[in-house]
């Protein structure tokens, strides 16, 4: 069983599209994340969420909205989609606020 | 702030060779350091951490780290590369005490050569 899963894989679309992702994890776990990685590999994270309120919020464009329905799921929309959206987006989870984190296989978005 | 400095993008070594790929932190509090593995197309794994107790870190796939306060870094290193360990390399740090976000490096992109 994949402990933290998200779909869909791959996601091309056009610019000034709205699209979700979404990441589920069955690990029983308080604490979720949202990263961006870019072309460069650079991972930066954009949310997080412990026991469904939101604990983190970089800087990140409004247009990026997450919501966590429940603890195991924490999905991020994206609306108004921009070239620079183009990246791997990771969810991962923890234990709690501290704990390690374990990480999705990643979402590849590419905005055309 | 914290932040963490991976010496070297791309690392070549010959398979059998020793790996030593290099992690250098700033931090203004005691830290916590991980490295985590990236293979082609997934995730982030964790190979290991330290929290502060033994400064020599075990991880897992025979990679070890060892955290030199003194010197600020936190290198990892294996005797002897396998084919199985060519991947991206991520360098990461936290402030200890209550959540603090993870900071992560810029990957050292590890090719293994036969």
């Known amino acids: 069983d994949t402990a933290v899963s998200q779909t869909p894989k791959y996601l091309v679309t056009q610019m000034g599209n709205d699209k979700s992702i979404k990441c589920e994890q069955n690990?029983?776990?308080?604490?979720m994340y949202w990263y961006k990685q870019d072309s460069k590999k650079f991972l930066k994270i954009m949310f997080s969420?412990?026991?469904?309120?939101?604990?983190i919020n970089e800087t990140v464009p409004n247009r990026f909205s997450p919501k966590s329905p429940d603890k195991a799921h924490l999905n991020l929309h994206i609306n108004s989609l921009e070239l620079g959206d183009s990246a791997v987006y990771f969810c991962?989870?923890?234990?709690?606020?501290?704990?390690?984190?374990?990480f999705g296989p990643g979402t590849r978005l590419l905005v055309l | 702030a914290q932040s963490v400095t991976q010496l070297g993008s791309h690392v070549s070594v010959s398979e059998g060779a020793l790996v030593l790929l290099r992690c250098n932190y700033s931090?203004?509090?005691?830290?916590?350091l991980f490295w985590y593995v990236q293979y082609p197309n997934q995730g982030l794994q964790l190979l290991l951490k330290?929290?502060?107790?033994?400064?020599l870190v075990k991880g897992i796939n025979g990679f070890e780290a060892e955290f030199k306060k003194s010197e600020t870094s936190f290198h990892l290193t294996k005797p002897s590369a396998h084919m199985s360990d060519a991947a991206e390399y991520f360098c990461?740090?936290?402030?200890?005490?209550?959540?603090?976000?993870?900071?992560f490096g810029i990957g050292t992109k590890l090719q293994v050569i036969p």
């Open positions: 991962a989870s923890s234990q709690d606020i501290s704990g390690d984190q374990y």
């Open positions: 690990l029983g776990h308080d604490t």
């Open positions: 969420y412990n026991n469904k309120e939101l604990i």
């Open positions: 931090s203004s509090v005691p830290p916590y």
């Open positions: 330290y929290t502060s107790a033994a400064t």
């Open positions: 990461a740090v936290k402030n200890s005490g209550g959540y603090q976000k993870v900071t």
